[in-house]
């Protein structure tokens, strides 16, 4: 006999696809009360088998085709079992003995039971082995069920709830990612539970709350959990999938077999309304969806368990067992896994339980989860008024140590550190003959780089210049760009430094915002250059003629801790540009820290590499001159010069050198296995690719250290020396000595594995934006967090997240952020997938620029590896690539490869550059008639203008509710049956055209559907 499969069979053989089918059962564990033999509890089974065909039927998963029968004769050996049942039966049981007594242990596949069915089938058992099952009502044959389901989806009135359920499933939002899941895209679905105590006190409040509003208790549950996945994924709507029994009409409260349905909750989250507004919202969508739940068949026309109509995020409210204590048999505890989730929540009243992907998350993370979870439910009953973005999600704990161990920086041993100039005077009396620099122009000794700058600095005072006054130099790599600096320092004037290959327009904006009270020429031609700037001023140009001995000493020059070292101008992310200034104390303490750290001392060779203009510079060229080391200066223009800078490196044998992810890779591609004297490698500026890294590793017997730092932080404020815990990019690590670094969401400090901006304090911060005091408060506000007076904290536009070592992860930055065709897009994200490619050296992605939004795209500019063939077209496997790890919609439908990548004079990518390289994605017209017809049906699925052949349907919208409706369409117009999975293999206009002729080709192929009826067989 034959049986066509339900919509919760069906959903659960699609979720098992790819998958290990046996994580997908439904299992409970029953206390046995009394003396119950086991061939009384084996005769009990086999009459359930007996009732009940369902636990009798097989299903067999064809190529085409799904169906269940009668298992045979062959199955005997394939269902032996400790309490034998009998042949044919899907039914696993044993006995098994436990401190807390003995336990029945029963199995089933999903596809033939949910909980409810469990429960049944107890219940049962203890009808049977009470009376012998005198009281028990006819069986309902499942197979009838499944009929009159699909008779009700036929009834008029149904098409209003089809039409419900349609409505709310239309455009579904991708599925947000939890920071800390892993980033393995091959990982297969290992479902894992994690329980936790509720407190009775907690149970009893959420009852109260729930009364109090006239709501449901599901009501509070299911709002409280929406709540928490939205702060921590940072979406604003998480599709949440709602266990329903799926047995509101009493006549089915006693079936056997699977009758639950996850319903999906589409409710976006408001962070300004209070969480009262959002129960109440929540209970009312509840109500319908349950009226509504026999009418929802999500699924049937998924592909596989990434599919949008299948929740990552679940609830499920669990009943506690209703059979009497007296009871042969009662369930103590229970496990149903029917489809795919990354989490599912089960409230028992007195106990949480969390199912999770073990394959994504830990164990640890899940637990956290749980958690908090708790925790906010615990906020939500006491303040149900506050809104639900700024109701804290971080418990107590967990709190307490983010502010007093993970956001703080070590404290720097001993004294505080003297300003850089007073140390460089101690190193130059004791180490008076060593190099103190090693140039293409010369190298002098510590002795007289101390004398030539003790010239500057008697020279400036001459000129009544000190503290607080601004003198400007133009940053080239010469020697005594190096004497001018350590002048100025000198004379407690304020250094800053221009970018000698700015536009001249530029430079005029910046001199008339920091009013230098004097400009100091290193070489005749930077005299020329800054020449006129001088006059615009009407400021001194003085000369810095490093032969030239001191004349005498240099009187005592007090300098005050916050007052001003240098000033250097960025534009940020404004384009305008702005001068910070930073303190001596601040410059000291990373001074001491980074020379700690990196155990700098005489021995080492430390390479300038880093334009002055530059923040990195500063300690490129202070820790060697504050310890004995040398400073080993490039040549001008070395990062345009990757051959020259290796050469560099190499003849001077460099032990220290920062550089930037870009220009790593390009020395690694030119042979930096060379550099056998480097010892440290550091890496800022930029993502550093775990990838990277290790091809690094694999060269250079080096330590890799990570730094991160916007300029208003002194240079650095975290650093990281280890692997990638978790893949893909080098975290950003840790504070550095002194330092503090937060990671704010809605406010508040956020918890470990959530984003939030990343917020700077401690000693390294720079006291504002020079002559700019609107600017400053902008971005420099009070710290909430501190009990030093007048402490601040730096929004620093950067969002990132703690890890679970305690180590902060870059994100991004809120300007990367594009909006493509409606949704927010972090291009950040996209880059680091696409360095994952072993092809690809470096990378960056833009928005192409267009004329409207028909054609917008993401285009991806590509520098290749040195050892990959620059003529193979790798577009289809790049893009193939990034969907395995990203949403369609986001990978870049272009892609252009560059010789090399445009870069800045700091070495990073240069995008200004790339956009003026952009031209619009070339467009091909669809030009066969299969291409003709597919764009018009295309436009009028996806709402688009137009469609050209080599567009994306999921790039240009399309999601996988409209598969469905695109198939059908082509049945129509082509007559042809296109495989719904298809649209994945060819996602393109030409691609799937060229499938559509492909199939018509073969009568065979479209001749029959793409599956046989589902039916059974016995």
Not at 688 to 702: F, G, H, K, N, S
Request: proline share 6%; hydrophobic share 45%.
């Amino acid at each position: 006999m034959t049986h066509p499969l339900s919509s919760q069979q069906r959903r659960t053989l699609r979720c098992q696809f790819g998958s290990d089918a046996t994580f997908f059962v439904a299992q409970c564990s029953a206390q046995i009360s009394g003396a119950i033999e086991d061939t009384a509890l084996a005769a009990a089974l086999c009459t359930l088998v007996e009732r009940h065909e369902i636990l009798r039927a097989e299903l067999d998963e064809l190529a085409d085709d799904a169906g269940h029968h009668d298992a045979g004769e062959g199955d005997a050996q394939a269902t032996a079992r400790p309490i034998d049942i009998g042949v044919g039966s899907r039914l696993r049981a044993r006995r098994s003995n436990t401190p807390d007594g003995a336990r029945l242990e029963l199995s089933l596949p999903a596809v033939a039971a949910d909980r409810a069915t469990l429960h049944n089938l107890v219940a049962e058992l203890n009808a049977l082995l009470g009376d012998g099952g005198a009281a028990l009502p006819e069986s309902v044959p499942y197979a009838l069920v499944v009929q009159w389901q699909q008779d009700l989806l036929r009834e008029p009135e149904a098409q209003v709830g089809v039409a419900f359920w349609r409505t709310r499933l239309a455009n579904p939002p991708a599925i947000p990612r939890l920071l800390l899941e892993r980033a393995d895209s091959d990982a297969r679905f290992a479902p894992s539970r994690l329980s936790l105590p509720v407190d009775a006190a907690l149970a009893t409040a959420a009852a109260a709350l729930a009364r109090r509003l006239g709501v449901s208790v599901q009501a509070v549950l299911v709002a409280t959990w929406k709540t928490l996945l939205a702060r921590m994924t940072g979406a604003p709507e998480v599709l949440l999938g709602i266990v329903s029994a799926g047995r509101a009409d009493e006549s089915l409260q006693q079936v056997i077999g699977p009758l639950a349905r996850t319903l999906p909750l589409r409710l976006p989250f408001h962070a300004a309304i209070p969480l009262r507004s959002a129960i109440e919202e929540t209970d009312r969508y509840l109500f319908d969806a349950d009226a509504w739940q026999d009418c929802f068949v999500g699924g049937d026309n998924a592909i596989g368990p990434d599919d949008a109509q299948l929740p990552a995020f679940v609830f499920e409210m669990l009943e506690t067992d209703a059979h009497a204590a007296a009871s042969p048999l009662r369930i103590v505890d229970d496990y149903v896994c029917s489809q795919t989730f990354r989490l599912r929540l089960g409230w028992r009243t007195l106990a949480i339980d969390l199912d999770f992907d073990s394959a994504r998350l830990s164990p640890a993370q899940a637990r956290r989860i749980a958690t908090a979870f708790v925790e906010l439910l615990q906020r939500v009953c006491v303040e149900p008024d506050v809104a639900g973005g700024t109701v804290a999600i971080a418990g107590v704990e967990e709190t307490r140590n983010l502010l007093q161990s993970v956001c703080l920086g070590p404290a720097l041993e001993g004294d505080a550190p003297p300003p850089v100039h007073v140390a460089f005077a101690t190193i130059a009396q004791r180490f008076p003959q060593r190099i103190a620099i090693a140039a293409v122009d010369g190298a002098v000794s510590f002795a007289q780089l101390e004398r030539a700058s003790r010239r500057v600095a008697q020279d400036l005072l001459d000129h009544g210049i000190g503290a607080e006054q601004v003198v400007a130099i133009l940053a080239e790599d010469a020697v005594n760009t190096i004497v001018a600096v350590l002048g100025i320092l000198r004379a407690g004037a304020v250094l800053l430094p221009l970018d000698r290959l700015a536009p001249p327009q530029r430079l005029e904006t910046i001199v008339a915002r920091a009013r230098p009270a004097a400009f100091i020429a290193t070489t005749p031609a930077s005299r020329g250059a800054l020449q006129p700037l001088a006059a615009a001023t009407a400021a001194p140009l003085l000369d810095c003629d490093g032969g030239a001995p001191a004349q005498r000493e240099l009187p005592p020059v007090a300098i005050h801790p916050q007052q001003a070292a240098y000033v250097l101008y960025t534009s940020g992310s404004t384009g305008e540009p702005k001068g910070i200034a930073v303190p001596h104390a601040a410059l000291a303490n990373h001074m001491a820290w980074i020379v700690d750290a990196l155990r700098i001392g005489p021995q080492d060779r430390v390479l300038q590499r880093t334009p002055l203009s530059f923040d990195a510079s500063i300690w490129e060229v202070f820790a060697p001159l504050i310890t004995g080391a040398c400073l080993v200066q490039c040549a001008p223009d070395a990062n345009f010069d990757v051959d020259g800078l290796l050469q560099t490196i190499v003849r001077n044998e460099v032990t220290v050198m920062q550089t930037v992810p870009s220009l790593l890779q390009a020395l690694l591609s030119a042979g930096f296995a060379g550099a056998v004297s480097l010892r440290t490698l550091c890496c800022g500026g930029d993502v550093l690719p775990a990838r990277l890294r290790q091809e690094a590793a694999q060269v250079l017997d080096a330590e890799f250290v990570n730094l991160y730092g916007p300029t208003e932080t002194c240079i650095d404020a975290s650093w990281w020396s280890g692997d990638a815990p978790h893949g893909g990019s080098i975290p950003i690590g840790k504070p550095i000595a002194g330092g503090e670094m937060f990671i704010v969401e809605s406010g508040l400090p956020a918890p470990i594995g959530v984003g939030g901006e990343i917020r700077i304090g401690g000693a390294g911060l720079a006291r504002g934006y020079l002559h700019q005091p609107a600017a400053t408060a902008v971005v420099f506000s009070p710290h909430p967090w501190s009990a030093l007076a007048g402490a601040q904290l730096y929004r620093t536009g950067d969002f990132g997240f703690w890890d679970e070592e305690g180590a902060a992860h870059f994100l991004g930055r809120q300007d990367d952020q594009v909006k493509l065709r409606g949704v927010r897009v972090q291009l950040e994200e996209i880059r680091s997938a696409l360095l994952q490619h072993p092809a690809v050296g470096e990378c960056q992605v833009m928005l192409s620029r267009d004329d409207g939004q028909a054609h917008q795209a993401l285009l991806a500019f590509v520098e290749l590896r040195a050892d990959q063939d620059a003529t193979h077209d790798f577009s289809a496997e790049w893009q193939r690539h990034l969907r395995a790890r990203l949403a369609d919609t986001v990978v870049p439908t272009s892609f252009v490869v560059l010789a090399q990548m445009p870069r800045t004079a700091s070495g990073k990518p240069d995008r200004s550059a790339l956009a003026s390289l952009q031209v619009t994605p070339r467009r091909s017209a669809p030009a066969t008639a299969t291409e003709q017809t597919v764009a018009v049906i295309w436009k009028e699925l996806l709402e688009v203008e137009e469609v050209d052949a080599e567009q994306n349907f999921f790039a240009l919208g399309g999601h996988s509710l409209l598969l469905t409706k695109l198939v059908a369409r082509v049945a129509e117009e082509l007559q042809v049956q296109v495989p719904l999975r298809g649209l994945f293999d060819a996602p393109t206009l030409s691609g799937f055209s060229a499938m559509i002729d492909a199939l018509k080709a073969q009568p065979q192929a479209h001749d029959r559907p793409e599956s046989e009826p589902e039916s059974s067989r016995s």
